[in-house]
Nanobody
Framework: QVQLVESGGGLVQAGGSLRLSCAAS????????VGWFRQDPGKEREFVAA?????????YYADSVKGRFTISRDNAKNTVNLQMNSLKPEDTAVYYC??????????????????WGQGTQVTVSS
């Protein structure tokens, strides 16, 4: 069992930055795929970024955030971070951290993930 807790959300002006953190407890999740998703009310949960380690670190990004967001992990602290720069009003959403046991072609979908945090609100004002 893995428990995930997000932190770092808040209110920021367009063009600003925020850093989200996902802390895991219960067991070491260095072998898990860890993803960030976001969701607006009434919409489906949307893939943002993911990271996995398999001899090397692999990262994946949604086209909408590529070049602005950076995902990284600190295995010693059992955390995964999402650095968000050049934020836009359309980045406003609740951001969720999630973990999956393996990576496959379905890993861009929320259905592929087994564990979820409670979410943290990110609001970008124009």
């Amino acid at each position: 069992q893995v428990q995930l807790v997000e932190s770092g959300g808040g209110l920021v002006q367009a063009g600003g930055s925020l850093r989200l953190s996902c802390a895991a407890s219960g067991r070491t999740f260095s072998s898990y795929v860890v993803g960030w998703f976001r969701q607006d009310p009434g919409k489906e949960r949307e893939f943002v970024a993911a990271i996995r380690w398999s001899g090397a670190t692999f990262t994946y990004y949604a086209d909408s955030v590529k070049g602005r967001f950076t995902i990284s992990r600190d295995n010693a602290k059992n955390t995964v971070n999402l650095q968000m720069n050049s934020l836009k009003p359309e980045d406003t959403a609740v951001y969720y951290c999630a973990a999956a046991r393996s990576w496959n072609s379905g890993s861009y979908s929320a259905r592929n993930y087994d564990y979820w945090g409670q979410g943290t609100q990110v609001t970008v004002s124009s």
